[in-house]
């Protein structure tokens, strides 16, 4: 079993933004849900509902970003 970085997804109120992403992004995007569901057991049927949480796992283990962001306050 492959250890994803991105666990179950949260049902949570979404805020709509809109974003193009490269053509190769993605089909990678779309390959990372069809992992998800086949990991996870969690059908992904819209790879899109990924981008938030994706981002949300990078910022939690940036160090750098933790750290600035402790400073500002």
Do not use: C, W
């Amino acid at each position: 079993m492959t250890k994803l970085k991105l666990g179950p997804l949260a049902d949570d109120k979404p805020v709509k933004i809109t974003l193009e992403l490269p053509a190769a992004l993605h089909r990678d995007l779309t390959a990372y849900a069809d992992v998800l569901t086949r990991e996870g057991g969690q059908p992904v049927t819209d790879p899109t509902k990924l981008i938030g949480p994706m981002i949300a796992r990078f910022m939690a283990t940036d160090r750098a970003f933790a750290k600035a962001r402790r400073n500002q306050s």
